[in-house]
Nanobody, 124 residues
Framework: HVQLVESGGGPVQAGGSLRVSCSVSGYNYYRRCMGWFRQISTKEREGVAAIDTGSASTYYADSVKGRFTISRDDAKNMLYLQMNSLKSEDTAMYYC??????????????????WGQGTQVTVS
């Protein structure tokens, strides 16, 4: 049974920083590509960032490049997203996701098999 649990969301002022975390269990986490996605109610879920197994490569949406950093701690089965210089348009529900493959290649929703319940980030 694969379980992904996000935490760390909340309200933050524009220009501020926030780190969201994802705890992974029941899965060969260290062998899989992991990613962060976000969604607001009026839009489709979009890829934010992804990271290959062993942190070999990272991938970012253009809208967050230079502001967000994805990282993983394989010893703790944790995934992180550090978000800096936050903007109001970053307001969304943020989801952690896992792929069945070791490499990411992209941040497409259809490529990820396992999902968490999400954590809300509100920038004002």
């Amino acid at each position: 049974h694969v379980q992904l649990v996000e935490s760390g969301g909340g309200p933050v002022q524009a220009g501020g920083s926030l780190r969201v975390s994802c705890s992974v269990s029941g899965y060969n986490y260290y062998r899989r590509c992991m990613g962060w996605f976000r969604q607001i109610s009026t839009k489709e879920r979009e890829g934010v960032a992804a990271i290959d197994t062993g942190s070999a490569s990272t991938y970012y949406a253009d809208s967050v490049k230079g502001r967000f950093t994805i990282s993983r701690d394989d010893a703790k089965n944790m995934l992180y997203l550090q978000m800096n210089s936050l903007k109001s348009e970053d307001t969304a529900m943020y989801y952690c996701a896992a792929r069945k493959l070791r490499t990411c290649a992209s941040i497409q929703v259809a490529d990820f098999a396992y999902w968490g319940q999400g954590t809300q980030v509100t920038v004002s």
